[in-house]
């Protein structure tokens, strides 16, 4: 499955972004999406994931209650609404998807996108 991000961009802290990730397989509804960043120097995180019905999600402690990820299988679209942003949430942001088991890891997912940009200034 190919998949393409959108929505990064430059902002201030304490402002939102909201990324979307089309994807190309007419099976996106068996797959599991998920996000993950990169900032420069250091490894890939995982930021949350999506389960297949947008029964579970998962999110990591640092953006817990501050992001939202949310899924329209109708549209092949995944997203990830970024509230109060911060400075240290600058990174690249990849979309990710696996078919069927959630995960956190990065090693678990095979398709990626090519990573959108967000710059988040104090």
């Known amino acids: 499955v190919q998949l393409v991000e959108s929505g990064g961009g430059l902002v201030q802290a304490g402002d939102s972004l909201r990324l979307s990730c089309l994807a190309s397989s007419p099976a996106f509804a068996d797959y599991v999406m998920a996000w993950f960043r990169q900032a420069p120097g250091k490894e890939r995180e995982f930021v949350a994931s999506?389960?297949?019905?947008?029964?579970?999600?998962n999110y990591a402690d640092s953006v817990r209650g501050r992001f939202t990820i949310t899924r329209d299988n109708a549209k092949n679209t995944v997203y990830l609404q970024m509230n109060s942003l911060k400075p240290e949430d600058t990174a690249v942001y990849y979309c990710?998807?696996?078919?069927?088991?959630?995960?956190?890891?990065?090693?678990?997912?095979?398709?990626w996108g090519q990573g959108t940009q967000v710059t988040v200034s104090s």
């Open positions: 990710a998807a696996r078919l069927v088991v959630v995960s956190r890891r990065v090693l678990d997912y095979d398709n």
């Open positions: 999506i389960a297949m019905y947008s029964s579970i999600t």
